[in-house]
């Protein structure tokens, strides 16, 4: 069946439009990446300065440094210790709804998805949020999918509310919206905004992202400002790495956010490095090319160039590969996870099904022991909302 | 002489000169440096107190040592004097040390906004501890606002660069009437005996002991390092001289 798909690049009436030209900016780099222009020189010479130029985290993404991989842990790990000390910071999220309106090709939550779409209401919120902080939890993802019409910015932010009587640090990864509803969902006690961009290869965006708001790619690269222009503390950046050229999409996630620091320097920087997970109904799609070594050199890059970014790396990754990811440069993980709908309320039953299949299905308390057995220090909660 | 070195700050006397910084959080790092660096002050940041958390920070501070605790993660004055409230609603007494940063790549702290901070929480009667980068006239605008002391940085901080600042710091020895105590960037014992030398107050450190390979150690070697510079500040300098001193002196010959 053939649907009239709407230009991809063209805002929709109700998008609010910011005066700014990162995007222009960060497409330029992502355009600009050729692997095969790096070498083993230019990798050497990023690896010797203490503060990477754009050019210096290309070369670490390139192929050229995976023979390196060792020595940028090695730098990576001094880095993290240097500006983090021994803390890892634990969150869960809490699927709250997953209706969504979007038709993304590789998502469990796809409209086109015969899945099971629930949405919890206030009580049924309390008492996962109760079942949660009960484990010693403090701070909370809210996610939804993406349906205005069946999650509006109101019961988001009423769940935001809700949320904020039982965690000290709640963050949202919701459809974007635009800054006034931002600064709305900030007065409601979220505090930062994860966006994914998914990819930043618009053309490849366009086939994958076949309709729905999402489908507009730059109202979805703009969030994070829009965010910050609406008071939230920190954003979060990410690509879900696989869906195209893995190196180009790390460059245009390092980018997007170094850039967004640059011009926002108060803001709060945080990077999530999703792979490809396999889905419901759709197991044929597997991780392409990022395996657990490109993921560390990454993962590496990314701290090399911002080490003074957050980096989570989620319960997609198994427990083996995220007790040693925090050793070298995560600083953030996800603890007992369930992707679920209201996964919390009873246990191995839920509303609505989840999103997609996690591999470290560890509770809090056995997360919390892993991290201190590598004499790392488990933080739950790390700011006071303001 | 030593005995009576009493260090003071905000009327409270102390006998070490030695402040645990909050910077990497770490249960050993806190009883290191009680038991070894002999801290009586250690700083604390608010947002990472919280009753029921687990390894609640507080949980490991033994009795008898003074609490201080800071604003850090406010970005204006405003957000500061919140924090401070905070403090004192959850019983954390009325030390209160500023950090107000507006960038989250450099941590430098944002003088204009600490004095607004600093004038605020002084009226309210606080003993307002800023942290500041070391310039002169932030530095009297601080003192004219009541802070019972002042804080600047001898480089950024987590650095271990050591006294990146020092002619800065000595001027603001040299001309602020209150305590100045050293914070952030002091990454070796000679760095902070160095500081010590010059006439500083006290020294926070927590990089630089976090980061070693023997915390206690480490600890125990900061300790001893505030001490010797103290007690050579103390008995004033000899003379350090461009050239020899020469034992039959030109004007000799002038006689008494």
Same mark, same amino acid.
Not at chain 1, 201 to 217: C, M, Q, W
Not at chain 1, 285 to 314: G, T, W
Not at chain 2, 69 to 74: D, E, G, L, R
Not at chain 2, 150 to 156: C, F, G, N, Q, T
């Given at each position: 069946?053939?649907?009239?798909?709407?230009?991809?690049?063209?805002?929709?009436?109700?998008?609010?439009?910011?005066?700014? *030209?990162?995007?222009?900016?960060?497409?330029?780099?992502?355009?600009?990446?050729?692997?095969?222009?790096?070498?083993?020189?230019?990798?050497?010479?990023?690896?010797?300065?203490?503060?990477?130029?754009?050019?210096?985290?290309?070369?670490?993404?390139? *192929?050229?440094?995976?023979?390196?991989?060792?020595?940028?842990?090695?730098?990576?790990?001094?880095?993290?210790?240097?500006?983090?000390?021994?803390?890892?910071n634990l969150f869960t999220p809490i699927y709250f709804a997953?209706?969504?309106?979007?038709?993304?090709?590789?998502?469990?939550?796809?409209?086109?998805?015969?899945?099971?779409?629930?949405k919890l209401s206030d009580a049924e919120l309390r008492q996962e949020c109760t079942n949660i902080a009960k484990t010693g939890l403090e701070e909370v993802l809210m996610l939804t999918?993406?349906?205005?019409?069946?999650s509006d910015v109101a019961y988001i932010g009423n769940a935001i509310k809700i949320a904020r009587e039982y965690f000290r640090i709640v963050g949202v990864e919701i459809?974007?919206v635009?800054?006034?509803e931002y600064k709305y969902l900030h007065e409601c006690g979220a505090d930062y905004v994860t966006?994914?961009?998914?990819?930043?290869?618009?053309?490849?965006?366009?086939?994958?992202?076949?309709?729905?708001?999402?489908?507009?790619?730059?109202?979805?690269?703009?969030?994070?400002?829009?965010a910050?222009?609406g008071g939230m503390r920190g954003v979060g950046?990410?690509?879900?790495?696989?869906?195209?050229?893995?190196?180009?999409?790390?460059?245009?996630?390092?980018?997007?956010?170094?850039?967004?620091?640059?011009?926002?320097?108060?803001?709060e920087?945080s990077?999530?490095?999703?792979?490809?997970?396999?889905?419901?109904?759709?197991?044929?799609?597997?991780?392409?090319?990022?395996?657990?070594?490109?993921?560390?050199?990454?993962?590496?890059?990314?701290?090399?160039?911002?080490?003074?970014?957050?980096?989570?790396?989620?319960?997609?990754?198994?427990?083996?590969?995220?007790?040693?990811?925090?050793?070298?440069?995560? *600083?953030?993980?996800s603890?007992g996870?369930? *992707?679920?709908?209201g996964?919390h309320i009873?246990?191995?039953?839920?509303?609505?099904?989840?999103?997609?299949?996690?591999?470290?299905?560890?509770?809090f308390?056995?997360?919390?022991?892993?991290?201190?057995?590598?004499?790392?220090?488990?933080v739950t909660s790390e700011y006071i909302y303001l | 002489?030593?005995?009576?070195?009493?260090?003071?700050?905000?009327?409270?006397?102390?006998?070490?000169?030695?402040?645990?910084?909050?910077?990497?959080?770490?249960?050993?790092?806190?009883?290191?440096?009680?038991?070894?660096?002999?801290?009586?002050?250690?700083?604390?940041?608010l947002r990472r107190v919280e009753a029921g958390q687990?390894?609640?920070?507080?949980?490991?501070?033994?009795?008898?040592?003074?609490?201080?605790?800071?604003?850090?993660s406010?970005?204006?004055?405003?957000e500061?004097?919140r924090i401070?409230h905070l403090?004192?609603e959850l019983? #954390?007494?009325?030390?209160?040390?500023?950090?107000?940063?507006?960038?989250?790549?450099?941590?430098?702290?944002?003088? /204009?906004?600490?004095?607004?901070?600093?004038?605020?929480?002084?009226?309210?009667?606080?003993?307002?501890?800023?942290?500041?980068?070391?310039?002169?006239?932030?530095?009297?605008?601080?003192?004219?606002?009541?802070?019972?002391?002042?804080?600047?940085?001898?480089?950024?901080?987590?650095?271990?660069?050591?006294?990146?600042?020092?002619?800065?710091?000595?001027?603001?020895?040299?001309?602020?009437?209150?305590?100045?105590?050293?914070?952030?960037?002091?990454?070796?014992?000679?760095?902070? #005996?160095?500081?010590?030398?010059?006439?500083?107050?006290?020294?926070?450190?927590?990089?630089?002991?976090?980061?070693?390979?023997?915390?206690?150690?480490?600890?125990? /070697?900061?300790?001893?390092?505030?001490?010797?510079?103290?007690?050579?500040?103390?008995?004033?300098?000899?003379?350090?001289?461009?050239?020899?001193?020469?034992?039959?002196?030109?004007?000799?010959?002038?006689?008494?």
């Amino acid at each position: 069946m053939e649907e009239k798909r709407i230009d991809h690049m063209k805002y929709l009436p109700d998008m609010e439009i910011i005066d700014s *030209t990162m995007l222009e900016d960060v497409l330029q780099y992502h355009d600009a990446f050729r692997n095969e222009d790096f070498t083993a020189k230019n990798v050497k010479s990023a690896l010797a300065k203490t503060h990477l130029e754009p050019q210096d985290f290309m070369a670490l993404l390139s *192929t050229a440094a995976l023979p390196f991989l060792e020595e940028m842990a090695q730098k990576a790990h001094t880095i993290t210790r240097r500006h983090f000390g021994n803390s890892i910071n634990l969150f869960t999220p809490i699927y709250f709804a997953n209706y969504c309106e979007n038709y993304c090709i590789y998502c469990g939550f796809n409209s086109h998805n015969k899945i099971h779409r629930a949405k919890l209401s206030d009580a049924e919120l309390r008492q996962e949020c109760t079942n949660i902080a009960k484990t010693g939890l403090e701070e909370v993802l809210m996610l939804t999918g993406e349906s205005r019409h069946m999650s509006d910015v109101a019961y988001i932010g009423n769940a935001i509310k809700i949320a904020r009587e039982y965690f000290r640090i709640v963050g949202v990864e919701i459809y974007p919206v635009n800054v006034d509803e931002y600064k709305y969902l900030h007065e409601c006690g979220a505090d930062y905004v994860t966006v994914f961009q998914e990819t930043y290869n618009s053309d490849k965006y366009e086939t994958l992202h076949l309709a729905g708001h999402k489908r507009i790619f730059p109202y979805r690269f703009y969030s994070q400002e829009r965010a910050i222009l609406g008071g939230m503390r920190g954003v979060g950046f990410a690509a879900l790495l696989g869906l195209d050229d893995y190196q180009k999409d790390a460059v245009a996630t390092g980018m997007h956010a170094w850039l967004m620091q640059k011009k926002y320097p108060h803001a709060e920087i945080s990077l999530s490095c999703p792979r490809l997970r396999p889905i419901i109904n759709n197991d044929k799609i597997n991780p392409k090319d990022v395996h657990e070594k490109q993921l560390v050199q990454i993962i590496c890059a990314y701290r090399l160039f911002m080490p003074y970014a957050s980096i989570v790396v989620s319960s997609r990754e198994s427990p083996y590969f995220r007790n040693n990811i925090i050793k070298i440069a995560a *600083t953030k993980i996800s603890a007992g996870v369930c *992707t679920g709908i209201g996964g919390h309320i009873i246990e191995d039953e839920q509303k609505g099904d989840e999103q997609f299949e996690i591999s470290d299905t560890r509770s809090f308390d056995e997360i919390y022991a892993a991290v201190k057995s590598e004499h790392l220090q488990p933080v739950t909660s790390e700011y006071i909302y303001l | 002489m030593e005995t009576n070195d009493t260090f003071v700050l905000g009327g409270h006397e102390f006998s070490s000169r030695f402040i645990l910084g909050s910077g990497k959080y770490n249960v050993d790092l806190i009883k290191a440096a009680v038991e070894q660096a002999g801290a009586e002050i250690i700083t604390m940041a608010l947002r990472r107190v919280e009753a029921g958390q687990k390894d609640n920070i507080l949980d490991y501070i033994p009795k008898g040592i003074t609490l201080l605790p800071n604003t850090s993660s406010a970005r204006t004055a405003e957000e500061a004097i919140r924090i401070a409230h905070l403090s004192r609603e959850l019983g #954390c007494g009325d030390f209160i040390k500023i950090e107000v940063m507006r960038d989250t790549k450099y941590l430098l702290p944002d003088n /204009a906004e600490t004095i607004k901070a600093t004038e605020q929480l002084a009226k309210e009667g606080f003993i307002v501890l800023p942290y500041m980068y070391p310039d002169l006239y932030a530095a009297r605008s601080l003192r004219d606002a009541g802070a019972a002391a002042i804080m600047p940085l001898a480089s950024p901080i987590g650095t271990n660069k050591g006294l990146s600042t020092r002619d800065f710091i000595q001027i603001l020895i040299d001309e602020i009437d209150l305590p100045v105590i050293i914070d952030a960037g002091i990454g070796r014992p000679s760095q902070a #005996c160095e500081a010590m030398e010059m006439g500083a107050s006290a020294i926070m450190a927590n990089t630089a002991l976090a980061t070693s390979g023997n915390i206690p150690l480490m600890a125990k /070697a900061f300790r001893q390092a505030i001490e010797a510079g103290r007690a050579a500040y103390l008995s004033g300098l000899g003379r350090v001289r461009e050239t020899a001193s020469a034992s039959d002196p030109l004007t000799g010959f002038l006689g008494d």
